[in-house]
């Protein structure tokens, strides 16, 4: 029986002025990229499987940033996630299992995606060019790396943030053991890391890991205000300024503001994991 191939398609984020000549294109690529003046919008379009990074789609992230590094006009990436039930769910855990257990003696080739993938990491962290990451739906694993380390976070109602590497045997990886030990709260980092929590809109909001929220229906009013500028884009402070103008306080139950002093206590005196 002959296998099925895997279809992937896209939907616009937002809607482009007319000039870019692309509305109603079908695209057949895992990440879409729009480029503007000043600016590269870009698509994870894997929405079947939650936008799950595959080494070809870091690959591709790769080269966005590596085509603006020496861009002075390009100040700015907006990455956002296909369909309407993720940002992006991880790494594709599925390519990953596939090759099976290697040898002690030769390289998993499982360590090339994840070589790349925190090459990817670093570079979103320090090239000195803002990141605005959209994270509807899903945010979890990979999905934090490609978001965390950039300066503009947004969450959406729906968000769900988590770094469960920890139920799949694996430790917090894309870069968490930097930016979750920073967390807003003590000993918060290392309780998201060990217990692998899931995060909602306001949690993640009120931690710091989300710089912004607004609700569903203004992604395009700040997709637009963010087109309508070419110029600045490389300074974080006035994109975030740019964003906060669709900032709307979030409405989800928070339910670990109440719980931060007992986090504290557990998590952020201990020397070590045992202790």
């Known amino acids: 029986k002959k296998k099925k191939k895997e279809m992937f398609y896209t939907e616009q984020p937002f809607d482009v002025p007319a000039n870019f000549e692309i509305k109603g294109k079908r695209i057949t690529t895992n990440v879409f990229v729009l480029d503007n003046i000043g600016s ?10 939650l936008n799950a990074l ?15 590094e020496d861009a002075h006009m390009m100040g700015m990436v907006l990455l956002h996630g296909g369909g309407e039930k993720a940002f992006c769910a991880g790494g594709d855990v599925l390519s990953l ?12 080739p499982q360590m090339e995606f994840f070589r790349e993938e925190y090459t990817l990491n670093h570079r979103i962290a320090t090239i000195p060019k803002t990141t605005v990451s959209v994270l509807q739906g899903f945010t979890m694993g990979g999905g ?13 109602p729906d968000t769900v943030w988590a770094m469960p590497e920890t139920a799949l045997g694996l430790f917090p990886d894309v870069g968490s053991s930097y930016f979750l030990p920073r967390s807003r709260y003590p000993g918060v980092g290392l309780y998201l890391g060990m217990t692998g929590r899931k995060l909602n809109a306001t949690e993640a909001f009120v931690l ?8 569903f229906g203004m992604q395009q009013w700040m997709f637009e205000r963010l087109l309508s500028v070419n110029a600045g884009l490389d300074d974080p402070d006035f994109v975030s300024n740019l964003i906060s103008a669709s900032h709307r306080a ?8 109440r719980h931060l002093d007992a986090i504290g206590h557990c998590f952020a005196q201990a020397e070590s994991v045992e202790s």
Request: glycine share 8%.
């Open 40 to 49: 590269k919008f870009v698509m994870l379009n894997r929405p079947d499987a």
């Open 54 to 68: 595959t080494f070809e789609m870091v690959r591709e992230l790769q080269q966005v940033y590596e085509s603006i």
């Open 250 to 257: 979030p409405e989800a139950p928070d339910g670990i503001s």
């Open 208 to 215: 710091g890991i989300a710089t912004h929220h607004i609700e």
């Open 97 to 108: 299992y596939n090759p099976g257990q290697i040898p002690m003696d030769k390289e998993a």
């Open 144 to 156: 934090v790396g490609i978001s965390a380390h950039g300066q503009c976070r947004v969450a959406l």
